[in-house]
Structures are given as structure tokens and as C-alpha cells.
């Protein structure tokens, strides 16, 4: 159907609604009778997919290979093993990898872009999902149109509809019937499409489409998308097994070689080799580094950020710097009016949030402000020219809206001003709505036959409009910036009010016809109103911690220079020393300017999202790694240009959430900070399952080329060796990626993204604990050969010592420099059980006939375990002597 033919009374009989849009039961029945409104259902989670994904990477397709190669053989108990190995890696990486499926999609339905309705007559926020034909829906600047919209009231309305035509400018929008017929989607003028974006103005419409059926719906018919992105971090841990992978197989075909030198059998060192490989190369590492992946952005949801791209996860953990929004981010974006000037006298309010309470006072006392008329004009205006609203529920004040203006009502209300009768007598005919680029809102207001236009907005811009004042003097706009700039200092946010009447039959008002600023159209200049938003309690501590930990704060906000300032002062940003950087100085400055400047500018203000573009591509300039806040239309670009972007959940346009990385479902910059330390901890978790799993692998070959070295018989067979894998790595590396973090996690400086997953440090560990444990196995071995033990008993103490050898070094993998003796035992409840439970199997293997027959082991004596712990031990006593050097050296 051709919707932009048909006028809106048309549409309302059509779709059966009217202007108030539906009632809640009628949308109900609507949602049954078309459905959800998305392009397409979200495909269900495939089991079998997971599972065979598991089997996706060269370091199992070796170890298939080793294990067809052992069937040919005629070897199938060690077959049987290499493939339990592998089917039992592939069980566990299934389930952890299902279950942050799950966590994922859970929380991508909590990011569901939201749709202003009309529903019972009421304005409502709804998921998009929700929406039906006929649901009457609200536009402004900012967001995704959620359906195809039949437009029915238009005020400045700008749609960019590039992702639907590909024309690049803004459309602009308007609701009168169009005759002309056949037309394309981009000349349909009277409709907004699903999927673009509102660049600017307001609007009411209709719903007359949606899902499948909108013209998006009707493309993604034929387009069929599968976009994976595979996170930077997992890239550099696949290539990091690979070389792992290749090291493992050239050290094994030497091991086979040397085995042949020295005369043993082609078959038994192939299978020697085979083992060697399996228990050497980390298989369990990608799935690793997934499960830690999605236990960080399990947490960071439960501190209200929700992670949409998984590389964030990690990049935050190397976050040097932090462009922060100031309003409802580092403050509560709760605006309380506390000062009002009418051109002449001050006035203070008192009380504060947004219960109607307190007096207005003048020189300290309380006046009666209907005796006042001018300060009654400026809190009159602050009313009307206004789009939100203040309520009670269940006996607390709240608001629909934006905060700043909710003040404006509050205060207006303190003053004995009712928002109810106030609209009935000034009723609003046309609005401009404010944009950040346009500097004002103006609304025109019919009043016993007359229209008068009320403006309010930034002073500087409100007085540019200015010719007089309502006293009747030539506006004195050095004076009333001075003020303006007394009242800033102070931490205030300061709007300017003016009004002026007009011609009676005039219906809509243009930006054109207010910004006349002649002797016949100028405005009167009313007043100020300055009201503070305070800084949040917990945003003041989490600035504290990122300086603990070398991140460096820095405040871009469009509020005026001295308010911002004074709030960067309460918040610890800056000393009060520290130069603020304005929009207008930056216009002035090159980039190169810039460039030198960011590295001491801490606070930004009056500044527009393009300069906080700027920003941030000079800091990436000084190699930092910036994380940035944003969320109107404009942000989009610095969200984009950020190693993280961060989108407002509350505040937050859809198009700031779509180029984001991260929600923050609080708008709270401490929850920036909670999530850079799950960043880090997610990292070092990861380094703690390589530091786990590398050395014990070197150990495996090692060991068995040291026995070789004294002519002794290799310490295990095959089938024992692949025990060792699946009993100690099968769990323990899993359980370390669950790590809930170490106390320095915060308080040291923020990691080189250049850095790789092994550290010089780690690696220099890794090569004194991969030769200790080696040593250790050989010497209990050969020990216990020369008490008379048989091979098979010394093979079981071999094999036990290096199973115990990994116990110890899963806990030394806890901590890169803190001792384990000042770790809690059951603060990774996962690894003490794993350890526990492996601990059971290898008695089970030990003693238990059927496994003695599998893996040919035999039981030992007390004094074999004596040998074994305390061999064993010696891991501990070496990476604790190793850590405190280290620490004394940091120091």
C-alpha cells in the first residue's frame, strides 16, 4: 500500500487508532496478530555446531591424526586415550562456550533499541520490538527509526536514509499527503523507514509496517548476512598455539630421532613422540581464552556495562586515558535550581533534587514571588519552554525527561506555579526543540489572543538575540555575562530566557525568524536561572583509583568553562591550576596544536562532538590507549575513533549504541572503572592458564630427553603421559580463567597493548620451572629404579610426581609476583575442587585394577609419596624465591 498518498485521518480509520495512539490491550492483541518487530527471529543456538567447533583448530587436528596413526598401529588402548583426550576437551569447551553464548545473547536482549509511544494516550518507552501497526510513535534527533512510519506531525525533521538509497545529505521531512504516484522510498517525503537514522527535529507518526514487512525487511529477505568478528586477542592467542604447536612437533620429531640413535624401536618412540606432543600441546588454550573472555563480561554486566564487541573486554585492561561526559556520568544528573537573576536582583533557592520545597530568597530572606513579576517571567519561561515533565509515584518526585529542564518546572513550582494551569493558559502552539549545534529551544504560546515566543538556551547565544531588557533598558549583555560568569564559578550551569511577542495569526515558528535581531524582531532578555548538577560520591573515588592505577581522566563536556572547572576541582580531574580548554580555542588551534596540548589538558568545555573527535585522535596520536564516552548522534564518530567507545544506556541514542563497544546500562563512570579492572583481570587470567600450561608441556619432552641423557628407560608410556594431560590441564586451566583477580590488579600502570600473551618474565619462569619439574621427574624415577622398584612402579611414581608437579604450578600460576601463601585457598572455589577432584582420579589410577591394567601402573609406598611431595614442592619453593627477588627488584 501506498502510505504517503493516504492523509492521516485515512490512516487512523485504516489502521483503526487514533492521535492518542493505541490502548495497551489493543497492542497486545496487535503483537499476536503480526508479531515481534525484528527483521528476522534470532537463530536458535546450535548445539552440534559448538560441539564440532571444538574440533576447529591444527592443535586437535594433530592430535587426530596422532591417534588414526595409533589405530594403524594396532595400539588402541593408547588410541583410546589420545581420542578421550580429545572428545573430553572438546565436552568441556562445548559447555563453557554454549553457556557464554547464552550470556551473551542474554545481554544483547537487555540492549533491545527502546521507541517513545502513545499508548492509553500516556507517552511511554517500549522496546522497538514491541511496536504494532497503528502504534502512534515519537521521533527526535538521535535515534533509529524502529518501523516504517507514515509521518503526521513534523517540526525541523532531517532523516538520514543512506543505508536505504545510499544519498550521503540528510532528507528533509514534512506530513502533507503526496499525490504523485510510483515513487522511490528516497522521494516519499512523508515517511520515515526502519533502520534510518534521525539526524535532527521532531516527529509524530504512525506505525504502518513492520519487521519483515518494512522496506528494510523486504532487502534482508534477500540478503542473508553472517558476519562473525573474532576478537584481536583471540587472533594473537590462535597464532600464539600455532607456533606453540609447531615447536611441540619439531621437538618431538627430534625426541623420535634421538630414540632410534640410541636403539629403540621405530614403533615405540613414534608412539613415545606421539604422546609427547599430545601432553605437550596447550589444546585447551582457545577455549581458554573464550571462557575468560565471557567471564569477564559476565561480571562487567553485573557492574552495568554491557560489553557488545568481545575485544573490549581486553582492551580495557590496557586503558590509559578516559574521556568522560561530565552530566549524569561523573555527576548524578540530578539539576536543582539554585540561583535566579531577573536583570536586577539575585534570588537564592532552597531545597534541592526534584521535590517542589524550599523558598526563594533575596538578600537571605524569604519573598513572596507573585508580588515579583519579572522573576515570575524568567521561572514562567523556564516552565513552558519546555519538553519534559515532573510527576509522583508511589509518593516520590520524578521526571520524564531531561533533567535540566525538570529543574526549570521544580523551580517555577517553588514559586507557587502550577505546570497544569500555566500550559492551559499559555497554550503551545509550535515548538523548536533544542539542538546541541542550534544553542536554544524556543517554543510560540498562545495567551488571551495574543502569541508570544519564549527562547531559552546557552547565555552567550540567547543574547546575540537580545536588544533589550524586560526592565525596557538596552540590553547590558557585558553585565549579565559577568553574572552568568559569577554564577559558573560557583559550579552552576547557567541558562539565559528572553521572549518577545508576535504578530497574531502567525502558526509555526522558524530558527530564521527568531534569530532576527533588529529593533522590530530582537528578543527581551528575561533573566538566568543557574542550577548545579553534583558530582557523584562514587565517580570522586573511581577517579581516585584510575589515578592509583595510571589512567589519566580527562573531562569533555559542552557545559560552560568555569562550571566546568569548578566540578573538575570537586571530582580531583584538576587542582584548580590546570588550564580548561574551550570549543572556540580549539576551532583556533591546528592539529598539530593539539597534538602538544592534550598531553596536560584535562578539562574541555563548550565543546561539540567534533572537536571531541579531535581530542581523541591526538591522544591515539601520543600512542594512549583511549577509552571515550558519548551519547547523542554526533558521538558517534569519537566512539568509533576510541580503542572503546562507551555508550550511555540511559541517556544514550541508538546511534551511540551501535558504534559503541560498551553500554553502561547507569550512565555511572564508576562502572568504567570497575570494567577496566575486569579488562585486566580477564588479561592476566589468561597469562596464568599459558603460565599453567607451557611449562608442564616442556616438562613432558624435556624429561623424557634427560632420561635418554642417563641411559635409563623413557619415564612413561604413552597412555601415561596422555593421563597427565587429560588429569591436570583438562580442568586446572579452566578453573584459573575464573581468577577473581589479584589486589595490585588496580594500582599498577596500565599494560603495553604491544605486549604479547608471555612476558619476559613468564617466559623466563617457564624456562626454570619446565626444567625443574623435568629434573625432579627424572630423579624420583631413577630413584626409585635403584630401590628395586619395577619399571612399572617407577613409571607411577614418575608419572604421579609430574601430576603433583602441576598441582603446585597451577597454584605458583595464580599470581605473577604475590606469594600463594597470601592467597585464599577457596577464593577460586573452581580450581580447589578441580584439584580435589583431580587428586581422587589419580588415586583412582594408582590403585583402582581396571586403570592399573589401561595405563599399566602399579601401587606405591608411603615412601614413594614422601619422594613425590617432596620433589613435587620444590616447584613452589622455586617461584617463591623467584617472586620475592622479583618484588625486592621492583621496589
Not at 552530566?327 to 535550581?337: C, F, S
Not at 614422601?866 to 627488584?889: M, P
Request: some cysteine; charged content about 25%.
Amino acid at each position: 500500500m501506498n502510505w504517503y498518498q493516504i492523509s492521516s485521518k485515512e490512516i487512523y480509520q485504516k489502521l483503526n487508532t487514533s492521535e492518542k495512539g493505541l490502548t495497551t490491550e489493543e497492542a497486545q492483541k496487535r503483537l499476536k496478530q503480526y508479531g515481534a518487530n525484528r527483521l528476522t527471529e534470532e537463530e536458535k543456538i546450535n548445539r552440534l555446531k559448538i560441539f564440532l567447533h571444538q574440533f576447529a583448530s591444527p592443535l586437535i587436528y594433530i592430535l587426530i591424526i596422532a591417534g588414526v596413526v595409533t589405530i594403524l598401529l594396532k595400539e588402541y588402548i593408547d588410541a583410546s586415550v589420545i581420542f578421550a583426550a580429545v572428545i573430553i576437551n572438546a565436552i568441556i569447551g562445548y559447555f563453557q562456550e554454549y553457556k557464554a553464548e547464552q550470556s551473551v545473547r542474554a545481554l544483547k536482549r537487555m540492549l533491545v533499541p527502546k521507541a517513545k509511544v502513545l499508548r492509553d494516550g500516556v507517552e511511554r518507552d517500549i522496546t522497538s520490538e514491541e511496536l504494532v501497526p497503528g502504534d502512534i510513535v515519537l521521533l527526535y534527533s538521535g535515534i533509529r527509526v524502529p518501523a516504517d512510519i507514515r509521518l503526521i506531525h513534523t517540526v525541523e525533521l532531517k532523516i538520514d536514509e543512506s543505508i536505504l538509497t545510499g544519498e550521503s545529505l540528510p532528507v528533509e521531512k514534512h506530513h502533507h499527503v503526496i499525490k504523485e504516484e510510483n515513487l522511490t522510498h528516497g522521494d516519499q517525503k512523508n515517511m520515515a523507514f526502519m533502520g534510518t537514522i534521525v539526524v535532527s527535529g521532531r516527529a509524530k507518526g504512525v506505525v504502518v509496517e513492520t519487521g519483515m514487512n518494512t522496506v528494510f525487511g523486504k532487502i534482508a529477505k534477500h540478503i542473508k548476512e553472517a558476519e562473525t568478528v573474532k576478537a584481536p586477542l583471540q587472533d594473537k592467542i590462535t597464532k600464539f598455539a600455532n607456533a606453540i604447536g609447531i615447536l611441540v612437533l619439531s621437538a618431538c620429531l627430534l625426541l623420535f630421532i634421538a630414540g632410534l640413535i640410541i636403539g629403540e624401536s621405530i614403533k615405540d618412540m613414534f608412539m613415545t613422540a606421539v604422546a609427547a606432543a599430545v601432553a605437550a600441546i596447550p589444546e585447551g588454550l582457545p577455549v581458554v581464552v573464550t571462557v575468560a573472555l565471557a567471564v569477564g563480561v559476565s561480571r562487567m554486566a553485573k557492574h552495568n556495562a554491557i560489553v557488545r564487541k568481545l575485544h573490549a573486554v581486553e582492551t580495557l585492561g590496557s586503558t590509559t586515558v578516559i574521556g568522560s561526559d561530565k552530566t549524569g556520568t561523573l555527576t548524578k544528573n540530578e539539576m536543582t535550581v539554585k540561583v535566579i537573576y531577573d536583570g536586577k536582583d539575585v534570588y537564592e533557592v532552597e531545597g534541592s533534587g526534584y521535590e517542589p520545597k524550599g523558598n526563594i530568597l533575596h538578600n537571605g530572606l524569604p519573598v513572596n514571588p507573585k508580588e515579583r513579576h519579572h522573576l515570575i517571567d524568567v521561572l514562567r519561561i523556564g516552565l513552558l519552554c519546555n519538553e519534559s515533565s515532573v510527576y509522583v509515584e508511589n509518593g516520590e518526585y520524578k521526571i520524564q525527561g531531561d533533567p535540566t529542564e525538570a529543574a526549570l518546572i521544580v523551580s517555577a513550582m517553588k514559586a507557587g506555579l502550577s505546570p497544569e494551569e500555566e500550559k492551559e493558559r499559555y497554550r503551545q502552539i509550535a515548538i523548536i526543540p533544542f539542538e546541541s549545534e542550534r544553542g536554544y529551544m524556543a517554543t510560540l504560546h498562545r495567551h488571551k489572543g495574543k502569541r508570544y515566543i519564549f527562547v531559552k538556551g546557552a547565555p552567550e547565544k540567547v543574547l546575540e538575540m537580545c536588544i533589550k531588557d524586560s526592565f525596557g533598558n538596552e540590553i547590558d549583555r557585558g553585565k549579565i555575562l559577568y553574572m552568568a560568569n559569577e554564577f559558573a564559578k560557583r559550579g552552576l550551569r547557567i541558562l539565559a530566557f528572553a521572549y518577545r511577542g508576535i504578530k497574531e495569526e502567525i502558526e509555526e515558528i522558524t530558527c530564521k525568524e527568531i534569530e532576527k535581531c533588529d529593533t522590530v524582531s530582537g528578543l527581551i532578555f528575561a533573566g538566568l536561572q543557574g542550577m548545579i548538577d553534583p558530582p557523584r560520591p562514587e565517580a570522586i573515588e573511581a577517579i581516585k583509583g584510575c589515578k592509583s592505577a595510571g589512567i589519566r581522566v580527562v573531562m569533555i563536556t559542552g557545559d560552560h568553562a568555569v562550571t566546568a572547572k569548578a566540578i573538575g576541582e570537586m571530582l580531583g580531574i584538576s587542582d584548580g591550576k590546570s588550564k580548561v580548554l574551550t570549543g572556540k580555542e580549539l576551532e583556533r588551534m591546528s592539529d598539530e596544536e593539539l597534538f602538544h596540548k592534550v598531553k596536560e589538558v584535562s578539562i574541555y568545555a563548550r565543546v561539540s562532538p567534533e572537536h571531541k573527535l579531535r581530542i581523541v585522535k591526538q591522544l591515539k596520536r601520543h600512542g594512549e590507549i583511549v577509552a571515550v564516552t558519548g551519547d547523542g548522534v554526533n558521538d558517534a564518530p569519537a566512539l568509533k575513533a576510541a580503542h572503546i567507545g562507551i555508550a550511555m544506556g540511559k541517556s544514550g541514542t541508538d546511534v551511540a549504541k551501535e558504534a559503541s563497544d560498551m553500554v553502561l546500562t547507569d550512565d555511572n563512570f564508576a562502572s568504567i572503572f570497575h570494567a577496566v579492572r575486569e579488562g585486566r583481570i580477564v588479561f592476566d587470567n589468561i597469562r596464568k592458564v599459558t603460565f599453567f600450561l607451557i611449562p608442564t608441556g616442556v616438562a613432558s619432552i624435556l624429561s623424557i630427553i634427560l632420561a635418554m641423557l642417563f641411559s635409563v628407560p623413557i619415564p612413561y608410556v604413552p597412555a601415561q603421559i596422555l593421563w597427565i594431560n587429560l588429569v591436570t590441564n583438562a580442568l586446572q586451566d579452566i578453573a584459573l580463567a575464573f581468577e577473581p583477580g589479584e589486589k595490585g590488579v588496580l594500582t599498577r600502570p596500565p599494560r603495553d597493548p604491544k605486549e604479547g600473551i608471555m612476558s619476559r618474565l613468564l617466559i623466563e619462569r617457564t624456562i626454570i620451572v619446565g626444567a625443574l619439574i623435568s629434573a625432579g621427574i627424572v630423579f624420583n624415577f631413577i630413584n626409585a629404579l635403584e630401590s628395586d622398584a619395577s619399571l612399572e612402579r617407577a613409571r607411577t611414581v614418575a608419572v604421579t610426581t609430574m601430576v603433583f608437579f602441576q598441582f603446585f604450578q597451577a597454584w605458583n600460576s595464580r599470581s605473577e609476583y604475590e606469594s600463594i601463601f597470601k592467597i585464599s585457598l577457596l577464593s577460586n572455589p573452581f580450581l580447589f575442587l578441580s584439584l580435589i577432584a583431580a587428586t581422587i582420579a589419580q588415586l583412582a589410577f594408582i590403585y583402582v585394577p581396571t586403570l592399573q591394567w589401561i595405563f599399566r601402573t602399579e601401587p606405591i609406598s608411603i615412601k614413594d609419596w614422601q619422594n613425590i611431595l617432596l620433589v613435587a614442592l620444590s616447584v613452589i619453593i622455586v617461584v617463591e624465591i623467584d617472586k620475592w627477588l622479583r618484588r625486592r627488584w621492583r621496589k
